[in-house]
């Protein structure tokens, strides 16, 4: 499985951006998605999951109301469109695949199987 994220750039506070994220891969439905992302000196964090049917949406508290995850698994493609952005949103962003059986959508790194490169996003104020 490979996963190449973009979208990312530079935005004023309070505008708007989406990420892309395109994965190579046979059966793009056996895997739920999600967004992380990574700031400067600080933990990677959970930001978004979708489960493989589309169902199952998961955000985390600081995104909930701004962001929202979507996929489309005849392209085998996710987004995250984001707005209202703020400058703590500032990181790089990545998408991850998991794997597990069941339609289901984690906010826990340790589950997701598969990385995408990260896409930078910075958002001034």
């Known amino acids: 499985v490979q996963l190449q994220a973009s979208g990312g750039g530079l935005v004023q506070a309070g505008g708007s951006l989406t990420l892309s994220c395109a994965a190579s891969?046979?059966?793009?439905?056996?895997?739920?998605m999600g967004w992380f992302r990574q700031a400067p000196g600080k933990e990677r964090e959970f930001v978004a999951a979708?489960?493989?049917?589309?169902?199952?949406?998961y955000y985390a508290d600081s995104v909930k109301g701004r962001f929202i995850i979507s996929r489309d698994n005849d392209k085998n493609m996710v987004w995250l469109q984001m707005s209202s952005l703020k400058p703590e949103d500032t990181g790089v962003y990545y998408c991850?695949?998991?794997?597990?059986?069941?339609?289901?959508?984690?906010?826990?790194?340790?589950?997701?199987?598969?990385w995408g490169q990260g896409t930078q996003v910075t958002v001034s104020s």
């Open positions: 979708i489960s493989w049917s589309g169902g199952v949406t």
């Open positions: 991850a695949a998991d794997g597990r059986f069941g339609d289901y959508a984690v906010n826990t790194a340790e589950d997701y199987d598969y």
């Open positions: 891969v046979r059966t793009f439905t056996s895997y739920a």
